[in-house]
């Protein structure tokens, strides 16, 4: 999802995004793998992929300025970031029903909601988190932890939670994808 981010950027703009794995409404809710991941602590706050790729924004300087999606995320995108601009196209009624605005209304949401944030881009400020940073990464099930416990400064703390620590946001991010990765090839 973050895929080419730099220095060189900016302003960052989420669309269509999901709220944390257990938000309670939150449609198709996951954090970055739905059958892998359970929870992601970064200091012991959870947080979803708002979370996380606004931090790996921030690492590089680049507020996030519109987070897009049902009313779950936009509210974690502002509890999160504070300031920031939020189009809420859906309300969740469950995992996998919502109540949704038309997707011409939704386009129509969204280019205005862009629209207000570029015109405000200077008063956005990049997320950032103070090293060290400890990221907890819960699992659905032990074989996972097994695997992710695999790469190298993890440390497994119980049967379904592995922990790393880090003073780069780079880094760490890098290690979490990492371990994604690798528990993938078990799911």
Not at 64 to 77: H, K, N, Y
Not at 149 to 157: F, M, N, Q, S, V
Request: include cysteine; glycine fraction near 10%; charged fraction near 20%.
């Amino acid at each position: 999802m973050m895929q080419g981010i730099d220095s060189s950027f900016g302003a960052a703009m989420f669309i269509g995004y999901h709220a944390r794995r257990g938000s309670y409404t939150g449609v198709l809710e996951h954090t970055y793998h739905g059958g892998a991941i359970s929870d992601v602590l970064v200091n012991g706050k959870p947080v979803g992929e708002t979370g996380i790729n606004a931090a790996l924004a921030g690492y590089f300087k680049v507020p996030v300025i519109l987070v897009t999606g049902d009313s779950v995320v936009t509210e974690e995108a502002r509890s999160i970031l504070g300031f920031v601009e939020t189009v809420t196209v859906k309300q969740g009624v469950g995992r996998f029903a919502a109540r949704c605005v038309s997707p011409l209304r939704a386009r129509v949401l969204i280019k205005k909601g862009a629209a207000k944030a570029l015109k405000s881009v200077h008063k956005f400020k990049p997320f950032r988190i103070k090293p060290p940073m400890k990221i907890d990464v819960f699992f659905i099930h032990t074989g996972m932890t097994e695997m992710a416990e695999l790469l190298p400064g993890t440390k497994r703390i119980d049967g379904r939670t592995v922990s790393f620590v880090s003073e780069d946001y780079l880094e760490a991010f890098k290690a979490l994808q990492a371990v994604i990765t690798l528990v993938g090839t078990i799911v």
